[in-house]
């Protein structure tokens, strides 16, 4: 079982639609990541939280607007998707280390929210 | 800029057979290197991590990474496949002074019965 919960497994939705997607911890972990991984491809990073502030922004177009109530849940806004969005979602959480152990602390994934936008 | 090159992006093994998955970093300073494993329709799991302490690092299900700075390597090996090993493997560095873990592409191990 992952320490990481993501919700949903699975999300089918239109290119109008409003959706969610959700990511809980309670590792204590105080960053929080979203990767995207398309099929056959390795994750790419999206957003990056630190200490429940936005730290790290990978160029990620505005229909995606991430968000962290709190050090353990992170969210995933949706809206006005396109077809080559289908992906799946994955999100992680590390330590934030001080010295070498800020490098070295390895990301936990949750299982991923399997996208498709129709 | 420091990154990670996976060489071969589908390995096949015979069930038994030893385990070579190779993964080359670039980098100028002390890299931070890791292994994941992804099981079909699910997250990424940690195999090992290179801390520096030693070169040769041991993991999770019988893995095992050599790292060696003379030929900028850290592949991963285990003695004796298991059918269960069959899944994505991806090599990875942290890059320092920014909380950014970079993949490489990835290779595909199947074990043949």
């Known amino acids: 079982d992952t320490e990481v919960t993501q919700t949903p497994k699975h999300l089918v939705m239109g290119m109008t639609n409003k959706k969610s997607l959700k990511c809980e911890q309670h590792?204590?972990?105080?960053?929080m990541y979203w990767y995207k991984q398309k099929a056959k491809k390795p994750p790419e990073l999206m957003f990056v939280y630190s200490y429940e502030k936005l730290s790290i922004n990978e160029s990620v177009p505005s229909r995606f607007s991430p968000e962290c109530p709190n050090s353990s849940l992170l969210n995933l806004h949706l809206h006005a998707l396109q077809p080559e969005d289908s992906a799946l979602y994955l999100c992680?959480?590390?330590?934030?280390?001080?010295?070498?152990?800020?490098?070295?602390?390895?990301?936990?994934f949750g299982n991923g929210t399997r996208l498709t936008v129709t | 800029a420091q990154s990670v090159t996976q060489l071969g992006s589908h390995v096949s093994v015979s069930e038994g057979a030893l385990v070579l998955l190779r993964c080359n970093y670039s980098s100028s300073v002390p890299p931070y290197l890791f292994w994941y494993v992804q099981y079909p329709n699910q997250g990424l799991q940690l195999l090992l991590k290179y801390t520096s302490a030693a070169t040769l690092v041991k993991g999770i299900n019988g893995f095992e990474a050599e790292f060696k700075k003379s030929e900028t390597s850290f592949h991963l090996t285990k003695p004796s496949a298991h059918m269960s090993d069959a899944a994505e493997y991806f090599c990875a560095v942290f890059l320092s002074g920014a909380q950014k873990l970079v993949f490489g592409q990835g290779t595909r191990l199947t074990i043949n019965p």
């Open positions: 992680a959480s590390n330590i934030i280390g001080t010295g070498l152990s800020s490098y070295n602390s390895p990301l936990h």
């Open positions: 590792m204590g972990h105080r960053a």
